[in-house]
């Protein structure tokens, strides 16, 4: 075994606790799309550190505007690294009988909602890039072939992925996943961050349909966000992630 699988393993094992509350189901499921890297594991530390943005605030406008990029990065995003971070300290008091063994449940809570948040938008950003250089158009390779095997064609696929994003109710997001235990691609909701019920899903694609991702511009039209946010999918990591998800 070589460190850097130790360091995956501790990385992603943080997370596991999430996983047990309905988080993406085995902390592997997530691993195989996203490095401890990608997700500011500091091994030093033994913290998250919040990854910056891979492009500037503005480079997916007009899709998608640089204050919500800003607000959500800065505030929402850093708020799920914080409160993965104490959560992971409040439970690791309790392992060494340092903290109150009643408040396992609600720490355990905070783990899974901060922790399935970090890695959601970790996703969400990668899956993004500025239109016409590398964001929007079509998947390619053996991703679209999958799509259009599983969904009939891509229109259908996006189709699918516009109602249910549409109709998450509250606060979630909207996600095509490879389910492993069937090897089809499906597309799925996900309430608040972390209640995914699928079992064996890897995130591949997900899209943030928390009010904080698109209100300042889009305002109650939904619809329109998601309509803007493909135009800004970045098919190639996606490709990837699904190339990955089958290894
Ligand atoms: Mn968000």
Not at 29 to 42: D, I, Q, R, Y
């Amino acid at each position: 075994m070589t460190d850097h699988s130790i360091d995956r393993r501790t990385a992603i094992g943080t997370i596991a606790g999430a996983a047990a509350l309905g988080a993406f189901a085995a902390p592997s499921h997530a691993a195989s799309v996203l490095s401890p890297e990608a997700l500011g594991w500091n091994k030093a530390t033994g913290a998250y550190e919040l990854p910056p943005l891979p492009y500037a605030y503005d480079a997916l406008e007009p899709h998608i505007d640089a204050q919500t990029m800003r607000i959500h990065h800065d505030k929402h995003h850093a708020g799920y690294v914080r409160g993965l971070n104490r959560a992971i300290v409040m439970l690791r008091d309790i392992r060494e009988g340092k903290g109150d063994v009643g408040l396992i449940k609600h720490w355990s809570r905070e783990l899974a909602f901060h922790g399935s948040g970090h890695v959601n938008h970790t996703l969400f950003w990668t899956g993004m890039a500025p239109a016409g250089k590398g964001g929007g158009g079509y998947p390619a390779g053996d991703l679209a072939e999958r799509i259009d095997r599983d969904f009939g064609t891509f229109e259908q696929f996006v189709a699918q992925f516009k109602a249910a994003s549409k109709s998450v109710e509250g606060s979630g997001w909207g996600w095509l996943v490879l389910d492993t235990l069937s090897g089809r691609l499906l597309v799925t909701q996900t309430e608040k961050h972390q209640n995914q019920t699928m079992t064996g899903a890897v995130p591949l694609l997900g899209v943030d349909v928390w009010e904080h991702a698109y209100y300042l511009k889009y305002q109650n039209r939904r619809g329109d966000y998601i309509a803007a946010f493909l135009n800004v999918v970045n098919w190639p990591e996606i490709g990837r992630r699904y190339d990955a998800a089958r290894r």
